[in-house]
């Protein structure tokens, strides 16, 4: 199965400024890769699929760039609500994985 | 709106059998996949498998054929994941979550099930 990796594990950074948050697949995903949000409690949630294209109600200052096997997630102002934890998703081919996740965390 | 909405936590013995449900609302439940997720400390996020509702055709990861039972209810537009029995190692928290094509991304989930299995 296709091993995705995040990195870095933990991001600080402080409101307003922007987070890069990287993935990386162990083979070519073409832009099959999707990006999910997860609070405390909370189930994750899509920010973006396709690799780029923003889901529904979701905020410009996500973007998603990035094909085959190198992928990045944006959050160019970082609001207090965005602190969470992050995930990549390839679904290029069964069974679908997920990367172990970045915690954006507030510095 | 499109709404998952998944049965209530469980606490069960080792060997004990299981079923949690995922009622779908809020869409023709026949045309989306649904999959199941579960998610431990240890290993993070891992698909375990996904059904077709319309005809209840299934796929399994590897890491969980033989293991559990996907199954659904086009009637009552529920899906269901299964345990015969159930080991220590199956607690977790569970998604199940709706496929936006059947080879594709999930684009809205449950809200979780909790699964605790102990002696």
């Known amino acids: 199965e296709i091993v995705m990796t995040q990195s870095p594990a933990t991001l600080s950074v402080s409101p307003g400024e922007r987070a890069t948050l990287s993935c990386r697949a162990s083979?070519?995903?073409?832009?099959?890769l999707a990006w999910y949000q997860q609070k405390p409690g909370q189930a994750p949630r899509l920010l973006i699929y396709?690799?780029?294209t923003r889901a529904t109600g979701i905020p410009a200052r996500f973007s998603g760039s990035g094909s085959g096997t190198e992928f990045t997630l944006t959050i160019s102002s970082l609001q207090s609500e965005d602190f969470a934890v992050y995930y990549c998703?390839?679904?290029?081919?069964?069974?679908?994985?997920f990367g172990q996740g970045t915690k954006l965390e507030i510095k | 709106e499109v709404q998952l909405v998944q049965s209530g936590a469980e606490v069960k013995k080792p060997g004990e059998s299981l079923r949690i449900s995922c009622k779908g609302s809020?869409?023709?439940?026949?045309?989306?996949?649904i999959t199941w997720v579960r998610q431990t400390p240890g290993k993070g996020l891992e698909w375990m498998g996904r059904?077709?509702?319309?005809?209840?055709?299934?796929n399994y990861s590897p890491s969980f054929q033989g293991h559990v039972t996907i199954s659904a209810d086009k009637s009552i537009s529920t899906a269901f994941l299964q345990w015969s029995s159930l080991k220590a190692s199956d607690t977790a928290m569970y998604y199940c979550?709706?496929?936006?094509?059947?080879?594709?991304?999930?684009?809205?989930w449950g809200q979780g099930t909790l699964v605790t299995v102990s002696s």
């Open positions: 979550a709706r496929l936006r094509y059947s080879s594709g991304w999930p684009d809205s």
């Open positions: 809020g869409y023709t439940f026949i045309t989306h996949w």
């Open positions: 059904i077709d509702p319309s005809d209840s055709y299934t």
């Open positions: 083979q070519s995903v073409s832009s099959n």
């Open positions: 396709g690799a780029s």
């Open positions: 998703q390839q679904y290029n081919n069964w069974p679908q994985t």
